[in-house]
């Protein structure tokens, strides 16, 4: 008898554990999706999403033009990786701004 009370014993705690971590993980995603599904948090991820899309498309404009801006960093510069870096970042920020304005920015 003894032995079965000290099995249960050292069961219990074991079972009230992962009980605990489980439904601790479900509430975290819970209260994730709650933020992204409320409107506050959708209108701040897409203006995080269009700021960081206009950031990338600067930085490929100030590239591409930086020397009839006559920035002295850009003078010097491989005008070959100039344009590659700098068509490259267009590209990517105007398909960043893309989806921060259609709305699944989820990649």
Known sequence: MNNLLS??????PVE??????ATSVFERGVMENEFRQ?????????AFDITRALLIIGIGAVVLLGDKMNIAIMVGLDPILK???GSICLLYGGFRLYRGIKGDSYL
Do not use: E
């Open 7 to 12: 099995n249960k014993a050292t069961q219990m």
């Open 16 to 21: 009230i554990k992962n009980h605990y971590i």
């Open 38 to 46: 409320n409107s506050a948090g959708k209108i701040a991820k897409k």
């Open 83 to 85: 344009y590659i870096f």
